[in-house]
């Protein structure tokens, strides 16, 4: 047992109040970001303001970063016809995590599974040619999964799940090349949001009709992935039986307060679902399929932040950036318009009037709140604002614009590298 971390000691308690404290369950119904109900169901969380205000943000950040790193988005539907998925696999391999097909007009339908099948008749709807390749699709959109009711919880484990999707479909020379560009993605996203990675995971096939039977095409995904890692100089662990049933993933793992660990992020060759959907293109024979979800899923993902960041989001993300503060309600007409230049300027913020009780209170109602803006008399005659920062220290008159300019995501370490 390693030293501090023995039941009765100080910093273990400290350690568990922490876990404790830091519980996304907690926080998030604490801060508004997500609630369930009983007549909605058990793992179908809702959003409430600032949990909707947060998913913004970081789905703009996402999308905004694939954009720059050439993606185009498409928006697909969240259920299709049992054939579908007959050809793609999942009836064969897992139809046991799928909800079950409602009978419509003597037609199956089923909740997707995943985006991939959508995808794939997506990019099979054009005439493609070798130089439409690398096509990269991206999609934030909706899969189903049916978990039994005991083992939901928060948004850890849920039944409807917003997942950061991508396929490239490209030609099988381009497939390492894209495999690296997809983890120069999840790492600069991690850093932006503020994720450490735990670890790096090579996926594998294990035993068993789980998994697509066809060891050529393992070894070749396998040798791509693995190769990728070792150019990268990442340390990994290979597992079996961790794989998607049609191949080997990279899975980046990450680690909540509690110690458990969970997949984030993923990057994976798939040579299978191409041949499934006879995809092909003009000057050249099959492309390969690179799934990769750069910040996995959006439920998965709050989890995280909320627990990493403890409520304290980094101001680009935060629901709320900025708070007006009147010292009386003299000030409120100056503090009311303060916040219109706040809202214009594209800054999330409220205003606190001085109804709600003494400044201490309210900047402590606030206190996860990046920019506290006090309007005193002197404020309010020149028309800006006393800056106040989370941890208490003050910056000054500092004008909204800029603070708005402050509260955008950096977008510099994957664009730096061309
Ligand atoms: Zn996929």
Redesign the pocket.
């Known amino acids: 047992m390693l030293p501090g971390r023995t039941p009765g000691s100080w910093s273990f308690a400290l350690s568990m109040k922490r876990t404790i404290m830091n519980d996304h369950r907690r926080l998030g119904r604490e801060l508004g970001i997500f609630d369930t109900d009983p007549l909605i169901g058990s793992g179908l969380p809702y959003y409430l303001p600032a949990g909707a205000a947060l998913r913004k943000a970081i789905e703009d950040y996402v999308h905004e970063l694939e954009r720059r790193n050439g993606y185009q988005h498409v928006n697909s539907p969240v259920l299709g016809k049992r054939e579908l998925y007959e050809r793609s696999g999942h009836w064969a391999h897992y139809a046991e995590d799928m909800f079950p097909p409602m009978n419509v007009g003597g037609e199956e339908f089923v909740l997707r599974p ?3 099948p959508h995808h794939a008749l997506i990019y099979r709807s054009r005439r493609r040619s070798h130089r439409e390749l690398p096509l990269r699709l991206a999609e934030l959109g909706g899969q189903y999964r049916s978990e039994l009711s005991g083992v939901l919880g928060g948004l850890t484990r849920v039944r409807a799940i917003q997942l950061n ?1 991508g ?1 490239v479909f490209c030609a099988p020379e381009q497939a390492a090349a894209e495999v690296a560009a997809a983890l120069d993605l999840v790492e600069a996203a991690h850093a932006q949001l503020g994720i450490r990675a735990a670890r790096y995971r090579l996926s594998l096939r294990g035993d068993g009709g789980k998994f697509v039977d066809d060891p050529g095409l393992w070894a070749r995904s396998e040798a791509i992935l693995r190769d990728v890692l070792k150019e990268r100089g990442r340390d990994f662990d290979e597992e079996r039986g961790e794989g998607a049933f049609y191949g080997p993933k990279i899975d980046i793992q990450i680690v909540d307060p509690a110690g458990r660990e969970s997949s984030l992020s993923t990057v994976q060759v798939d040579f299978f679902q191409p041949e499934r959907f006879d995809l092909g293109y003009v000057g050249g024979e099959r492309p390969v399929m690179v ?1 990769r979800s750069v910040v996995g899923s959006i439920e998965r993902l709050l989890a995280h932040l909320i627990e990493v960041h403890g409520g304290a989001f980094p101001a680009w993300m935060a629901p709320v950036q900025a708070v007006v503060l009147p010292l009386s309600d003299a000030e409120l007409p100056a503090a009311a318009s303060l916040l219109r230049r706040c809202l214009t300027a594209g800054l999330r913020a409220e205003l606190a009037p001085a109804d709600r009780g003494s400044l201490g209170a309210r900047i402590r109602a606030h206190r996860l709140v990046p920019y506290q803006l006090v309007v005193g008399p002197r404020e309010a005659a020149s028309g800006g604002a006393s800056v106040r920062l989370r941890d208490g220290s003050q910056a000054g008159d500092v004008p909204v614009e800029r603070l708005a300019e402050k509260s955008r995501p950096s977008f510099q370490n994957p664009e730096s590298k061309g």
Request: charged share 15%.
């Open positions: 995943s985006l991939c999707d396929h799934h």
